[in-house]
């Protein structure tokens, strides 16, 4: 099963970013409504949809098909495109805003970089979003699948530094900030996320079984007293603007 073919699973696990998190982007961006926004590398539209619920005019894009597939089964379908970060069909300016949630490792080539500037309006503020593990779930799961399975996806993102790549490529008054919070789960949703990620394409249909038993096994040890699992987390969000 490929990344894109998962995009059922994804939409239906993926947890939407919290208000706090949208609150901030919108912020940073700093623009009204019917304003128009890039959000790349967008899935199965989980933020482009929480974007657009705030009056934002969207577009969203993804290289995968399946992903946008989906994501105009939920949202409105003039809002997506299958579109290269590195080749866009845009043109010069056309838009107020860019963001990138969870996607931006990506396309953070400088191709694909100088392909988003150039579709912005000047002074205009792309917003990369990182939601990364505060604690050891990933480490954790990369430890309970790698025992049958040997993962190439699992290997750190070297050299992903999200502000630094901003700076290098041009984009001006380059900033970050941390939020700190933790999702709750349950042992299905726990899983099934597992299921979503993308290191699961790595695992043959012959394993799925027993690697899934260990996971439930795995949460079940650690439910808090709601019989939830709690995954801390630190939503990275870093931006710039168009000179």
């Not at 970013?17 to 982007?25: M, N, S, T």
């Not at 025992?147 to 070297?158: G, I, Y």
Request: glycine share 8%; proline share 3%.
């Amino acid at each position: 099963m490929s990344f894109g073919e998962s995009a059922a699973i994804y939409n239906a696990i993926r947890q939407p970013y919290a208000d706090e998190v949208i609150d901030r982007v919108t912020d940073i961006l700093g623009l009204t409504q019917s304003h128009s926004i890039l959000d790349i590398g967008c899935g199965t539209g989980i933020a482009t949809r929480q974007l657009a619920a705030r009056g934002f005019r969207l577009v969203g894009t993804d290289m995968d098909a399946d992903m946008i597939e989906k994501a105009r089964s939920v949202g409105e379908a003039g809002t997506y495109q299958v579109a290269d970060a590195s080749h866009f069909d845009f043109t010069d300016g056309e838009f107020d805003g860019a963001t990138a949630f969870g996607a931006f490792h990506w396309f953070s080539d400088e191709a694909s970089v100088r392909s988003i500037q150039r579709v912005l309006r000047k002074g205009a503020a792309f917003v990369v979003v990182n939601k990364n593990d505060a604690g050891d779930f990933r480490d954790s799961i990369v430890e309970i699948v790698g025992r049958h399975v040997v993962l190439d996806s699992a290997r750190p993102k070297l050299n992903y530094q999200p502000a630094k790549i901003l700076n290098a490529f041009g984009f001006d008054s380059v900033e970050e900030t941390d939020i700190s919070m933790i999702e709750h789960l349950s042992p299905v949703q726990t899983v099934a996320h597992v299921r979503s990620m993308r290191l699961w394409e790595e695992v043959p249909p012959s394993r799925h079984g027993m690697i899934e038993a260990e996971l439930r096994s795995y949460v079940t040890d650690r439910l808090d007293t709601l019989g939830t699992f709690q995954r801390p987390l630190t939503i990275k969000i870093v931006w710039g603007h168009k000179q």
